[in-house]
């Protein structure tokens, strides 16, 4: 969402998705009309900036997250991208491949209504074409991790009724465990449609051996009168799966085509929109002449272990997931002490474990570069995180902490699409570094802080912003040499490989 603000479509997204008043809550059932056992609080979208009583009330930045789906998503980056100037978008077309020149590629693609065959020429090519991706194969890309972690029957559903029949209050997603089976129920328009997740057992050899709807109606708690329509199905593996390298001169990879696992935390698609602001400002300083070609081998570096480090706490929430699906207590839907008991321990169990996700500050703000040859760091060590513990820390490498400004602003909003160097002290002469960045043509903007509260993160007078909001230098005096400092940061000296 913070992307999304600083493109200037965010409010555009917050607008769409579940109706403005329907709860985002995430529960646990032992079927979808079934008991309740925990609940996590999260405010529907009308309330998401003034209901502050949910375990993410403390967001760290001005956009808290926005539960939506990609069938209503996707529309919306379509559009925008339609209406950005200088690019063009082709569909109904089929990659084929590439070849590399010295100064460029050269993509072979097929139009599938006229057949005819098409070359693109241009400086790079990058590949976000998911997990079957043509452009890992052809860079000699490996994946490297778990093969399997999970088997999952997904149906995408139009149930006119079920919105009358589960259990109330309204929740956007339902856990729904019980003694027979185990899967999880998503609203997807607030309605009629909605899309069910069945885990597959262990014993269960293969997803031609379980019975579809047989499931559906187990886990949703329905019997054999029950009208639904299949509008889609999918089965997949839920694996943790990273590519040994993201790129091979002038061709990358970017999202599910070089990383893959189960998306908790929303950190499917977060980690793809990450990748890609990453090196969006390192291909664009290359292309617009400030930066060398080195600068680029930064991206493989600095992404590649996150997506690593990222793809373990995915994994290690999985397995509790999957304990705690694979080890319901027989009793747990029995009207009996025995039973209220069960889902009270459940419950409780279940709340601590998914709290982390549906609260995942610490995923989407805690974690750092720390082997950049573009960032300069002063032996500081960036703080430990996890899914939900964020520490804001100024230290090089980690993400820019965010606070508002005495006129109302959000900082990030003052920053410029370029690096900007804050300056906390006006007192501070910043000439002799701005005049670097200016000989080299760097875009380098001042931003002279006024704000009534700081965070405690930000000790230093001066700190540089990276287009991404990394920060990249900090200090109380400009370097000595700032030159030295502009280079570094453009990647004068860094390795393209």
Same mark, same amino acid.
């Given at each position: ?14 607008a ?13 059932r ?22 502050l009583s ?6 760290p930045?001005?956009?808290?997250p926005?539960r ?5 998503? @996707?529309?919306?980056?379509s559009?925008?991208?339609?209406a950005?100037?200088?690019?063009? %978008?082709v ?7 590439? #070849? ?5 590629v050269?993509?072979?693609?097929r139009?599938?209504?006229?057949? =005819?065959?098409?070359?693109? $020429?241009?400086?790079y090519?990058?590949?976000? @074409? ?32 079920l ?7 309204d ?18 328009d607030?309605? =009629? ?6 885990? *597959?057992?262990?014993? =269960? ?5 379980v019975?579809?709807?047989s ?12 009208e639904? #329509? *299949?509008?889609?199905k999918?089965?997949?593996v839920?694996?943790? *799966?990273?590519?040994?390298?993201? $790129?091979?001169? $002038? ?10 696992w189960v998306p ?16 969006? !400002? ?17 991206? #493989?570096?600095?992404?590649?272990? %996150? ?16 304990r705690?699906?694979t ?5 747990? =839907? ?28 610490g ?8 082997r950049?040859p573009? %960032?300069a ?15 804001p ?10 606070? !508002?400004?005495?006129d ?12 900007? *160097?804050l300056?906390?002290?006006p ?7 701005l005049?670097?960045?200016?000989h ?10 006024e704000?009534? #509260?700081?965070?405690?993160a930000?000790?230093h ?12 230098w900090?200090?109380d ?6 030159r ?5 940061? $453009?990647? @004068? ?5």
């Amino acid at each position: 969402m913070e992307t999304f603000r600083r493109l200037g479509f965010a409010d555009v997204v917050r607008a769409a998705g579940l109706p403005e008043d329907y709860p985002n809550d995430v529960v646990l059932r032992t079927r979808a009309t079934g008991y309740e056992l925990t609940r996590i609080h999260i405010p529907c979208r009308r309330d998401r900036f003034t209901d502050l009583s949910g375990p993410d009330g403390w967001w760290p930045t001005p956009e808290p997250p926005h539960r939506i789906n990609q069938i209503f998503l @996707e529309p919306i980056l379509s559009a925008q991208a339609a209406a950005t100037r200088g690019l063009k %978008i082709v569909n109904r077309t089929e990659f084929l491949g590439f #070849e590399q020149h010295a100064d460029g590629v050269t993509a072979h693609a097929r139009d599938l209504n006229t057949g =005819e065959e098409l070359n693109v $020429r241009a400086a790079y090519l990058i590949g976000c @074409e998911g997990a079957r991706s043509l452009v890992r194969h052809a860079i000699g890309a490996k994946l490297i991790g778990n093969e399997v972690i999970q088997r999952v029957q997904s149906s995408y559903i139009r149930a006119r009724d079920l919105i009358d029949r589960v259990t109330k209050p309204d929740a956007w997603m339902s856990y729904l465990y019980n003694p027979q089976r185990a899967g999880n129920l998503v609203a997807i328009d607030g309605r =009629e449609t909605w899309l069910i997740h069945n885990y *597959l057992l262990p014993q =269960e050899a293969d997803f031609e051996s379980v019975d579809r709807d047989s499931c559906i109606r187990t886990l949703l708690g329905v019997g054999p009168d029950f009208e639904y #329509e *299949l509008l889609g199905k999918e089965d997949w593996v839920g694996r943790r *799966l990273v590519a040994d390298r993201f $790129r091979d001169g $002038r061709a990358f990879i970017c999202g599910d085509a070089a990383h893959l696992w189960v998306p908790y935390a929303g950190y499917g698609m977060n980690a793809g929109i990450a990748d890609a602001m990453n090196l969006s !400002w390192m291909l664009a300083a290359t292309l617009k002449g400030w930066a060398p070609e080195g600068v680029l081998g930064a991206h #493989e570096l600095e992404r590649q272990p %996150i997506t690593e480090q990222v793809s373990r706490f995915a994994m290690k929430h999985a397995e509790g997931a999957i304990r705690e699906r694979t080890n319901v207590p027989g009793d747990l =839907e029995h009207d009996t002490p025995g039973g209220e008991a069960a889902r009270r321990r459940v419950g409780e169990d279940a709340y601590r474990l998914h709290v982390q996700q549906f609260a995942c500050a610490g995923l989407n703000y805690g974690y750092y570069y720390d082997r950049s040859p573009i %960032i300069a760091y002063d032996g500081e060590p960036a703080p430990s995180y996890s899914m939900y513990d964020y520490t804001p820390s100024t230290v090089p490498g980690c993400r820019l902490p965010h606070f !508002w400004l005495r006129d109302g602003r959000s900082l990030y909003d003052a920053l410029v699409p370029d690096h900007t *160097l804050l300056r906390f002290d006006p007192a501070v002469d910043v000439s002799a570094l701005l005049g670097a960045a200016a000989h080299v043509g760097v875009p380098l903007a001042l931003l002279d802080i006024e704000a009534d #509260e700081l965070p405690v993160a930000y000790r230093h007078r001066l700190v540089l912003s990276r287009p991404d909001l990394h920060v990249a230098w900090r200090g109380d005096e400009p370097p000595e040499n700032a030159r030295a400092l502009v280079d570094l940061i $453009r990647g @004068e000296s860094a390795d393209d490989h």
